[in-house]
């Protein structure tokens, strides 16, 4: 997918799809020799903006990991990485058939919250992928993406009766999601 | 609680299953050798090490690593065995660093299997020393104890283990080094083959999404798996009742998610990988949940009791009713936010109507604020046909779970209350009573508490706002309150065994005689109520001590020391009209037992009116805010853990004219005498 293009979520099947997944993945930072408990560790977080009618709602991050509703669930905080094989450090589940019906935006960012821009985060990427079949929808790369230390990933946006995806893939710079704010609503 | 120990120091262990973690920051062999009282090894089989990792109640890993993580049980491990000590030992041969001096502190960490530390100990000062005895666990008049050794040996293994009086202690010296460098050789060992998610308590924290993270977070070797302690090579397990004593006496069965475990059946052996699984657990897999029938297309599944995940119907019962508890807060919390948004915006609407000139001409302002109610009526009916979706979800859910819940899940009317029989085992939960929302008036939630109590119960006889508006006078209400304090009695001696659930009654002025007759002709009371100031101190000494000397006999590690007629069961203190008998000693008391009765099996449940305690002012507020208030009628006063709406709670009330109070409690004193003879 590249920036800016959107995608229906409607399936080929004519079904429409049911639950998305955004995860986000990297490298841990390399142990230093000597005093390995005293590396660098790098920590990415993952959060989803619940918007109605431009009006942010609830945010799902990692103090608040389920949305008041239970449509959007954060698995968890990961400080840390993984060991970059390309699991996903980190989740959101977005059960589309249970967001409120106000609910019209989903817009899902990234931000490094131990302050280390996408330049030093190895293996870095973040992805979209529909959860039923795990096939994934839309994947970027992080690392090496610039001195960033956020990325407005995607939204999720009510057409009709059903959903669709556009990538948004627009950087900024912030600590946790409320930096991201002014840079989130011009991508409404 | 974790003790960061010092050279020297020990500390009390009041777990006999522990872990025990090395973080080095370079690969090093860890071992443990065991020995009799005067500290010495009597043989090679005293000794586990890389290259025979597995003794009676020790396993150690295969391979020199990073970090290790020691698997331990202490009950398991031989009589004769006075002493494990933990040594670690820079391999040999292999280009690495030569002595410890040159490395960072390692550093040693006595863990529960819940992964909570115990005690903590950072070898310092190592100077040319290549091995080192890091810490031992000790007998210590019949109780286990750690202490932080430090111990280090220029010479490496050999003067080490010789040390210890092993005669042969060159040769397993070069024994275990010639382990090491194979094992060093191998690549990443297999992943180890987990029978069982028994390491899920200490997983939980990684990230559990990517399909190819099946390494564990702990530093980065790739010799970490070998280190894992459910690894067992030789297939066998030690011996399942060897376990049996557990010293946490009153805190109950421990908190089934942290970690159970099915294992597989024991089979009789003296090596083997220490077993994880709960002493008093089964330990056949339990019977699957049952299936759903497969939904029709287009509609959702018919719901089924027990329909959630758990080891036994009772937990998957008690999982699947905080499910829906959690499905209709948060189902109701999403109508809730769709109505204030549409609110919003119709109010934001017709605003704007009303300033913008042009709506005075002609029928276009009408039109407008037709528009916006319209708007308004549409967005509200949508979420309303959501919410009633799923309110007909949980409804058809509700009607099986509720005919299927043991009776301590079950209201009082329920069938299975008149099949009573005393129970064997302590139920996990409780059910205090009902829980629904004003959007769902026909939906009750169970209101199920986790047994033990981790709070006290405060039955509030004070005036309350009742939503209904209902007025009822002070006399009644007491009255009321009462009545269900009797009633949540009942239930929680019904649901304990017969010699695991103490009762005493305090009713300082006697006015509640007759509310607990059927306690006290029962016979399920160990004695009448106490009445007046002396019997109020009475029984508070008495619980007191009772808390004293738990608390002791658990910090030290002696649960066994107690007094042979010493009550081992769970006991609660209802008192009716607090404070109305009490002085300020006995006050200061009831905090006492309110503060720490809990963790040491001590509950208390009071019936009082706020009011009737205005006279000693704020001093009482941490005692109000410490018991969970339960009110004699409904009333909205309760939160939800995930969104916070106010849900009313009904209590738990015996249907009128029924004898299903009388019957189950006639049981239970029959079950009591039997027990005592």
Same mark, same amino acid.
């Given at each position: 997918m590249t920036k800016g293009q959107a995608i229906s979520l409607q399936k080929a099947d004519g079904g429409s799809l049911t639950a998305v997944r955004m995860g986000l993945g990297w490298q841990a930072a390399p142990r230093r020799g000597l005093f390995g408990s005293r590396t660098r560790e790098i920590d990415l977080d993952a959060s989803a903006v619940l918007f109605a009618d431009k009006q942010p709602v609830d945010v799902v991050f990692f103090r608040h990991l389920v949305s008041d509703d239970g449509s959007v669930r954060h698995t968890g905080d990961n400080l840390v990485g993984g060991v970059g094989q390309g699991g996903d450090d980190e989740a959101i589940l977005v059960d589309l058939s249970r967001v409120p019906v106000h609910i019209d935006q989903i817009v899902f960012t990234v931000n490094s919250f131990t302050g280390q821009t996408f330049q030093e985060v190895q293996n870095a990427f973040c992805r979209l992928v529909d959860e039923?079949? @795990?096939?994934?929808?839309?994947?970027?790369?992080?690392? @090496?993406?610039?001195?960033?230390?956020a990325q407005i990933m995607a939204k999720v946006h009510r057409v009709g009766a059903g959903w669709n995806m556009t990538a948004l893939g627009a950087p900024a710079n912030g600590r946790t999601f409320q930096d991201l704010m002014p840079a989130i609503l011009p991508a409404l | 609680m974790t003790a960061e120990l010092v050279r020297g120091q020990n500390h009390p262990l009041s777990e006999a299953r522990l872990e025990?973690?090395?973080?080095?920051?370079?690969?090093?062999?860890?071992?443990?050798?065991?020995?009799?009282?005067?500290?010495?090894?009597?043989?090679?089989?005293?000794?586990?090490?890389?290259?025979?990792?597995?003794?009676?109640?020790?396993?150690?890993?295969?391979?020199?690593?990073?970090?290790?993580? *020691?698997?331990?049980d202490l009950d398991a491990v031989a009589e004769t065995v006075h002493r494990v000590s933990v040594l670690l030992a820079l391999p040999t041969g292999v280009g690495g660093p030569v002595d410890f001096g040159s490395l960072a502190a390692p550093v040693v960490a006595v863990t529960g299997l819940d992964g909570t530390e115990v005690a903590g100990f950072t070898l310092t000062g190592l100077g040319p020393e290549s091995a080192v005895v890091a810490l031992e666990l000790y007998r210590r008049q019949g109780a286990w104890k750690v202490r932080a050794i430090g111990q280090g040996y220029a010479g490496g293994l050999a003067d080490l283990l010789a040390d210890q009086g092993l005669a042969q202690a060159h040769q397993l010296a070069s024994a275990i080094n010639e382990a090491v460098a194979q094992g060093v050789a191998r690549s990443v060992p297999a992943p180890p083959s987990r029978t069982a998610d028994g390491d899920r308590s200490r997983q939980t924290t990684a990230s559990a999404l990517g399909p190819d993270q099946a390494a564990s977070p702990y530093g980065g070797q790739g010799a970490q798996t070998a280190s894992d302690p459910y690894q067992g090579s030789q297939g066998n397990q030690v011996p399942q009742g060897a376990a049996d004593a557990v010293a946490s006496y009153p805190t109950g069965p421990a908190d089934p998610s942290a970690t159970t475990q099915p294992g597989t059946p024991a089979a009789s052996g003296t090596g083997g990988p220490v077993d994880y699984s709960h002493p008093r657990r089964r330990n056949t897999a339990p019977a699957p949940p049952p299936a759903a029938p497969p939904a029709e297309p287009g509609r959702p599944a018919q719901p089924v009791a027990g329909d959630a995940t758990g080891w036994s119907m009772e937990e998957r019962l008690y999982n699947q009713v905080w499910g829906m508890f959690e499905d209709l807060a948060r189902s109701t919390a999403a109508y809730r936010s769709a109505v204030d948004f549409a609110d919003t915006r119709m109010d934001r609407e017709l605003d704007e109507v009303l300033s913008d000139p042009r709506s005075r001409i002609g029928g276009q302002g009408d039109a407008a604020r037709e528009s916006a109610r319209a708007k308004h009526a549409q967005l509200v009916d949508q979420a309303r046909q959501v919410l009633d979706r799923d309110l007909a979800q949980l409804a058809a859910e509700a009607d099986v779970v509720e005919p299927a819940l043991p009776p301590a899940y079950a209201r009082w009317d329920n069938p299975t209350w008149h099949a009573y029989r005393v129970p064997m085992e302590m139920p996990m939960a409780l059910r205090?009573?009902?829980?629904?929302?004003? #959007?769902s008036d026909r939906l009750r939630i169970p209101m199920l508490i986790r047994l033990p109590l981790e709070r006290g119960l405060w039955i509030d006889s004070g005036r309350t706002g009742s939503p209904d508006g209902s007025f009822l006078d002070s006399h009644e209400l007491r009255r009321l309150a009462l009545d269900s304090a009797v009633a949540h009695t009942a239930r929680l001696l019904a649901v304990h065994p017969a010699d695991e659930f103490t009762v005493h009654v305090l009713d300082p002025a006697g006015s509640g005689a007759q509310a607990f007759a059927p306690l006290v002709h029962s016979g399920v009371l160990t004695a009448p109520p106490a009445v007046g100031?002396?019997?109020?101190?009475?029984?508070?000494?008495? *619980?007191?001590?009772?808390?004293?000397l738990v608390q002791m006999a658990v910090r030290g590690g002696a649960a066994d020391s107690l007094p042979p007629d010493f009550d081992t069961a769970h006991q609660l203190l209802v008192v009716n009209d607090f404070p109305h008998g009490f002085d300020d000693r006995a006050v200061t008391r009831l905090r006492y037992l309110a503060d720490e009765g809990p963790a040491v099996g001590v509950h208390l449940m009071l019936v009082a009116d706020? #009011?009737?305690?205005?006279?000693?002012?704020?001093?009482?507020?941490?005692?109000?805010?410490? *018991?969970m208030r339960l009110t004699p009628v409904p009333e909205d006063h309760l939160a939800d853990p995930w969104v916070g709406h106010a849900w009313t709670y009904e209590p738990a009330l015996l249907p009128p004219g029924s004898q299903v109070l009388q019957q189950v409690l006639a049981q239970v004193a029959e079950a009591r005498r039997l027990w005592r003879k």
């Open positions: 039923t079949n @795990g096939q994934e929808l839309a994947r970027y790369t992080l690392a @090496g993406g610039g001195a960033y230390t | 025990i973690r090395v973080s080095a920051g370079t690969p090093v062999v860890a071992a443990a050798t065991l020995s009799d009282e005067s500290g010495r090894i009597h043989g090679v089989e005293w000794v586990a090490h890389p290259g025979a990792p597995t003794l009676p109640g020790v396993e150690v890993s295969r391979q020199a690593a990073a970090d290790h993580r *020691l698997a331990v205090l009573g009902d829980l629904h929302l004003p #959007e100031a002396a019997g109020v101190a009475d029984i508070l000494t008495r *619980l007191t001590e009772h808390v004293d706020r #009011e009737d305690a205005a006279g000693y002012g704020p001093l009482l507020d941490p005692l109000w805010r410490g *018991l």
